[in-house]
């Protein structure tokens, strides 16, 4: 189903469980979002909890990626 879909969203947990381990490193996540990007998905996202985002996209045939921290909110009131 991936070739059908824009954008491809999991947590960590997730991404360990379709890609194994290694997923849980940036290497490895690139990896995953190379391999993901290639099936058809312009986004991949992994939210990795407090840590932040893997966040990479596609532009034509090149990918790009970045791990974006955490902002830490403040109280609203």
Do not use: K
Not at 19 to 28: I, L, V
């Amino acid at each position: 189903w991936a070739p059908h879909i824009d954008l491809w969203q999991c947590n960590e947990y997730e991404a360990e469980c379709v890609f194994g381990p290694a997923a849980s490193t940036e290497s490895g996540m690139r990896a995953a979002a190379s391999e993901l990007l290639a099936l058809g998905p312009r986004v991949v996202c992994f939210t990795l909890g407090p840590q932040g985002v893997f966040v990479a996209y596609r532009e034509g045939e090149t990918r790009y990626g970045a791990v974006i921290e955490a902002f830490r909110a403040g109280p609203i009131a």
